[in-house]
């Protein structure tokens, strides 16, 4: 059995840059993150370990110090946790912050905002927060539910399969072809590359394994990419999830992996399939 991995997986530039603000912020004071820093729990246990805590209700933080996720927030959020007498520290991933400014500029120009994203997901909680009328849609159906207004601008979570957001905006052009569609590209580039990786991989393989956190989005939709091109596609958190009898017979084996998820999880994960193979 060969073990291929794809050429890009794991943890993407924004989180590690959150993990890394989070740590040194609670070397100097006790610190707390609003909501989980990323959606992995390898990482989320070794924050804890560092003494960093979780709280996913703004009542009960306790320190003076919150650190907003790399999934960023609302300004009504922001503004809430100052006003409970917090200081703020953003851990926000700089293409979060650019799919946040690509929204407000749409709305401010006249168009009525248009996500692309999975409505219960933080980050498109965040993107939303601050709007008063907005629709957020997934797939065909959400999109034959949309109302016609003269300009429509459509964002997506920066974790959605490109493919999926503009096969959406073609059927919102199609739908309404007198409303002018404002589309700005909001996909982020780590998402696009491990996508991309993760279709060739699955191509290629007899079996693709997909790490990360049973909460993590980007991590799911990597998942359902290759389940379209290979029939024996796993998802698990960690390695101790392995089944010897998922990869028995097979020749090539793939392996990839969600933005959230540390590299040592991963290899992990990799030499217990070289057990498996042995």
């Not at 707390?32 to 989320?44: K, Y």
């Not at 110090?65 to 503004?79: D, N, R, Y």
Request: hydrophobic share 40%.
């Amino acid at each position: 059995m060969k073990i291929l991995r794809a050429a890009h997986l794991g943890m993407c530039f924004g989180v590690r840059d959150a993990i890394q603000i989070a740590l040194s912020r609670a070397e100097d004071e006790p610190v707390t993150v609003l909501g989980e820093l990323a959606h992995n729990p390898a990482v989320n246990e070794s924050l804890r370990h560092a003494g960093v805590r979780i709280e996913t209700d703004l009542r009960r933080v306790e320190t003076r110090t919150v650190i907003i996720t790399a999934h960023g927030a609302s300004q009504k959020v922001l503004k809430e946790t100052q006003r409970n007498g917090h200081r703020i520290v953003e851990a926000t991933c700089p293409l979060v912050h650019r799919a946040h400014g690509a929204l407000a500029a749409l709305v401010k120009a006249g168009y009525h905002p248009v996500i692309v994203g999975r409505k219960d997901h933080v980050e498109v909680h965040g993107m939303t927060g601050d709007l008063e009328t907005f629709d957020v849609i997934l797939d065909p159906e959400d999109v034959s539910l949309l109302a016609e207004y003269p300009r429509i601008g459509v964002v997506a979570q920066t974790t959605q399969p490109i493919g999926r957001v503009e096969f959406l905006v073609d059927l919102i052009e199609r739908k309404f072809p007198d409303s002018e569609v404002w589309f700005v590209d909001t996909v982020c580039r780590p998402t696009k590359e491990r996508q991309t990786a993760a279709e060739d991989l699955a191509r290629r393989c007899d079996v693709v394994i997909v790490v990360g956190g049973t909460n993590s989005n980007n991590t799911r939709e990597l998942a359902e990419t290759c389940r379209r091109f290979c029939p024996n596609v796993h998802r698990i958190e960690h390695a101790d999830e392995l089944r010897a009898e998922w990869v028995a017979g097979a020749q090539q084996v793939g392996l990839t992996a969600g933005t959230s998820t540390p590299d040592v999880v991963i290899a992990e994960v990799e030499l217990a399939l070289k057990k498996v193979a042995a």
